[in-house]
């Protein structure tokens, strides 16, 4: 599966959209990207996932560049709750390939008052 | 989506002790996995539970140290075994089901810490 990358940590303003960044240069085109999330002592979240149009749900929306070497998550009213570290991962969907998820350093989002 | 859940959620052991941990899933999943996330780390794979056959482990992970067992479509045991220090972590079942495009889902894990 292809690597990708996050940045550490960044800080979010409550009830501003979020957006969060994740870099996938080397993905192929049968890998997905998911979208998950980790809260403090908490199993990781699902968020959402895409091939290659923008999704949306109800909870966050990503938008996927033309090339798909990147992706961006987006929280449209970020609140205290949303604190947590937040991980993109990019991975073949299909039985053959395991199935497996890839969990890379996420990013630590930290929303402020 | 179903509802996960691990058991026991944590537990303080002796070392050279084991503990098996439970995941029992309320429908049927197509595949179950077993993950460990060392503090402050992310987590990583220790391997599928295979329905009915041998898990399949990641590079790191021996069947003798965490053997597992998935005898039916909705359980699945990871039993750490001859536990040292080392070996304290938040262990977490995730599971798929249906079409393999669609999500894993994470049980909120077992917490162990080992004296």
């Known amino acids: 599966d292809a690597k990708t990358t996050q940045p550490p940590s960044m800080d979010c303003a409550e009830g501003r959209a979020a957006n969060l960044p994740c870099n996938h240069s080397t993905i192929s085109g049968n890998e997905y990207v998911y979208w998950y999330r980790q809260i403090h002592s908490q199993g990781p979240q699902y968020i959402i996932h895409?091939?290659?149009n923008n999704e949306t749900n109800e909870m966050a929306s990503l938008i996927i560049t033309e090339d798909r070497k990147s992706s961006t998550l987006i929280l449209p009213h970020a609140t205290l709750r949303d604190t947590a570290v937040y991980y993109c991962?990019?991975?073949?969907?299909?039985?053959?390939?395991?199935?497996?998820?890839?969990f890379g350093g996420g990013t630590r989002v930290l929303v402020k008052p | 989506s179903a509802v996960i859940s691990q058991k026991p959620s944590r537990d303080i052991c002796q070392r050279g002790t084991s503990l098996t941990i439970q995941c029992q899933v309320d429908s049927q999943v197509t595949m179950m996995f077993w993950y460990r996330q060392q503090p402050g780390q992310s987590l990583t794979l220790i391997a599928t539970?295979?329905?009915?056959?041998?898990?399949?482990?990641e590079s790191g992970f021996v069947i003798d140290k965490f053997p597992i067992s998935r005898p039916n479509l909705t359980f699945s045991t990871l039993t750490v075994s001859n536990m040292s220090p080392e070996d304290s972590s938040i262990y977490l079942c995730s599971v798929l089901w249906g079409h393999p495009n669609q999500p894993q889902h994470f049980g909120d894990g077992t917490r162990l810490s080992i004296l």
């Open positions: 539970a295979n329905q009915g056959s041998e898990a399949t482990y």
């Open positions: 895409g091939l290659k």
């Open positions: 991962i990019v991975r073949v969907a299909s039985k053959a390939a395991g199935n497996k998820l890839t």
